[in-house]
């Protein structure tokens, strides 16, 4: 061995003497003593503590340490220490030696000191790299990990466990990391894994699912990483980033219920205005009759689509659908009550609503109250339930009412619209004028 060592230039070999009174002296140093240490072997020999004392002061304790553990147990001891040379270079050195017993008593130390440091700056390099690596990719909101699969070790950056709901201080594994994903996403992640794991030469995936963090809170993450194969084609390492796309996610889950509602309201606009044609045309002797009646109907749809289109999808005040609606009539002959602008309502339903409040307008200075000069309409609001409003529609001045069995275009919008969406209308036709209470569900305003 210290030939070897020698020839190498692997170190210095060497052979300690430990005395039971304490006394220390080399019986072997190798000749690679003053390239290693500084120090020649002559010295060395002469003086065991010239080698002893090299070791900085903060170290001698853990290597004092090491060598009584090992000479209590009888085994070899290895310890990394760093050294002061004479000429003030401080080298890091990796101390290798077992101890074996003389008859006398005496203790001998066959060893082995190697200098380390190039191999240590080599590694704090490597790590400084590594660290700008992760903080460049933390910086993009990514968190970094490293699965070696050979060791069994797994390495998570700080970022990548705050994704996660860990501590920076907690240790993770593959089983705990498959811990936290979603039950029902664990055998997809496990099947990305082998998809890349079983390409000859190793491969990349990508697969985006959920975690649950041990604070009870569900994410979504995306993870990318790459496998690579050792020499023989077996799974060495495998590296990766994860990302939390909850926003994207809960994005595009808003962006299908918003698709989805549009489709529903188109489909129901589209009922509503099978519904008008149809009805208009029964109702019209001639083509420009059916024409004047279906514009202004449908205009009337428009101008409560546009409300709703205004206030970007949010609720809208009762009385801005109730006076648009009947300003066309002239609202002067309407008596409308303060409290409808305290009152808002889904889009919905204000399309239907000012639908319907257009229909009853008409019917009003058709037949009814707004046909003669006295005659007015009012609109006020009535006691209902906390999550609906009721207004009461009342024509009075005008010609005295007969009832109509027959179910013209208000009717069917309420069946069309307002039903579906929780309102109710209930017609009355009293001697001294038309009557309607409308109720619909209220919604809260942003």
């Not at 020839?7 to 290693?36: I, K, N, P, Q």
């Not at 002559?42 to 065991?48: L, R, S, T, V, Y």
């Not at 009814?368 to 906390?386: F, K, M, Q």
Request: glycine share 8%; proline share 4%.
């Amino acid at each position: 061995m210290r030939s070897a060592a020698d020839a190498s230039a692997l170190g210095m070999a060497f052979e300690l003497e430990a005395t039971a009174d304490g006394s220390r002296r080399f019986t072997f140093v190798g000749h690679r003593c003053l390239a290693v240490n500084g120090v020649p072997a002559e010295i060395a020999m002469a003086d065991a503590s010239t080698l002893y004392n090299l070791i900085l002061p903060e170290h001698r304790a853990a290597f004092d340490a090491a060598e009584a553990v090992a000479l209590e147990k009888m085994q070899p001891f290895d310890i990394e220490v760093a050294m002061r040379r004479p000429d003030g270079e401080v080298r890091w050195h990796r101390i290798v030696s077992a101890p074996r017993h003389r008859p006398d008593g005496a203790v001998l130390w066959d060893g082995l000191q190697v200098d380390v440091t190039d191999r240590r700056q080599m590694a704090a390099e490597l790590e400084e790299q590594r660290h700008r690596l992760e903080v460049a990719v933390e910086a993009t909101g990514l968190g970094f990990w490293e699965w070696d699969i050979e060791a069994g070790t797994v390495t998570w950056s700080d970022r990548n466990k705050a994704l996660f709901g860990l501590r920076p201080h907690e240790e993770v594994t593959v089983e705990r990391y498959l811990s936290l994903v979603h039950p029902d996403d664990v055998d997809s992640v496990r099947a990305a894994f082998l998809s890349a794991r079983d390409k000859p030469d190793g491969g990349d995936y990508s697969i985006e699912h959920r975690i649950v963090t041990p604070a009870g809170e569900t994410h979504w993450i995306l993870a990318h990483a790459r496998v690579a194969k050792n020499a023989n084609g077996g799974a060495r390492l495998a590296v990766g980033t994860s990302l939390d796309i909850t926003a994207r996610k809960e994005a595009e889950e808003r962006r299908a219920l918003l698709m989805g509602e549009l489709a529903h309201r188109a489909k129901n606009g589209i009922a509503v205005i099978m519904a008008m044609v149809s009805q208009t045309a029964r109702s019209q002797a001639t083509v420009e009759g059916f024409e004047e009646l279906l514009i202004a109907r449908l205009q009337a749809m428009a101008n409560s689509q546009d409300l709703v289109t205004a206030s970007g999808g949010r609720p809208v005040d009762l009385a801005d659908v109730v006076g648009q609606a009947v300003a066309p009539f002239g609202q002067t002959r309407f008596d409308l009550d303060g409290g409808l602008a305290g009152v808002t309502i889904r889009g919905e339903i204000a399309v239907g609503m000012g639908l319907l409040l257009h229909e009853m307008a008409t019917n009003a200075v058709k037949y009814g109250a707004l046909s003669t000069r006295a005659g007015r309409v009012a609109i006020a609001l009535e006691e209902a339930p906390e999550d609906k409003a009721v207004f009461a529609w009342r024509e009075t001045g005008g010609p005295e009412v007969t009832p109509s069995n027959s179910r013209g275009f208000g009717t069917r919008l309420l069946n069309q619209v307002l039903r579906n969406q929780g309102g109710d209308v209930k017609f009355s036709f009293e001697p001294q004028g038309f009557q309607a209470r409308v109720a619909f569900p209220v919604a809260q305003a942003d």
